[in-house]
């Protein structure tokens, strides 16, 4: 891991701030998992640390890990609705990537979105399709989350294939 995926994934901004300003360092740099700072921070839900990464405007918003996954996977994953939102309001999201799984952050939102996401799962499902299997996003649901799907469905213009 790098210093500043170090700094980005514990929330340093002090160290964070320093880093940036010498100009000479990678922001899209990787770890052994290949995550980049930017994904570290979405994962543990730093907002401040995105916007900072997004500020030196060489950020790769959709960089993907080794797994597949995208900082917007992971805010999704995280539940992070501060986050989704942040990342949507750059407009730069590419919701149809898939993790090595063949999840879209779409699918990923149905599967984990907890009460705390439930207005970004929403604002996903406006904006986002289905997966290649056509399958319906209250079929793919778990069991547990599948009053989600229940409650977004209308909104997203899906319902008349249940």
Same mark, same amino acid.
């Given at each position: 891991m790098t210093i500043l995926s170090? =700094? =980005? =994934?514990?929330e340093n901004g002090h160290a964070l701030e320093c880093l940036l300003a010498t100009g000479k360092v990678d922001v899209d740099s990787? /770890?052994?998992? !290949?995550?980049t700072p930017f994904s570290r921070a979405a994962e543990r839900g730093y907002g401040d640390v995105l916007e900072a990464l997004m500020a030196t405007g060489?950020? /790769?918003?959709? #960089?993907?890990?080794? #797994? !597949?996954m995208t900082p917007f996977h992971w805010a999704v994953q995280r539940g992070q609705a501060g986050l989704v939102e942040l990342l949507l309001a750059t407009g730069k999201v590419d919701m149809d990537l898939r993790d090595d799984s063949g999840k879209t952050p779409l699918r990923v939102a149905v599967e984990w979105a907890e009460d705390e996401a439930h207005d970004a799962v929403i604002q996903l499902l406006r904006n986002a399709s /289905? /997966?290649? =299997?056509d399958r319906t996003l209250l079929v793919s649901a778990p069991a547990a989350k599948q009053e989600v799907a229940v409650d977004i469905l209308p909104v997203s213009g899906t319902a008349d294939r249940i």
């Open positions: 170090t =700094a =980005a =994934a514990t990787r /770890d052994n998992a !290949g995550q060489k950020v /790769d918003i959709n #960089s993907r890990d080794n #797994s !597949g /289905d /997966d290649d =299997a």
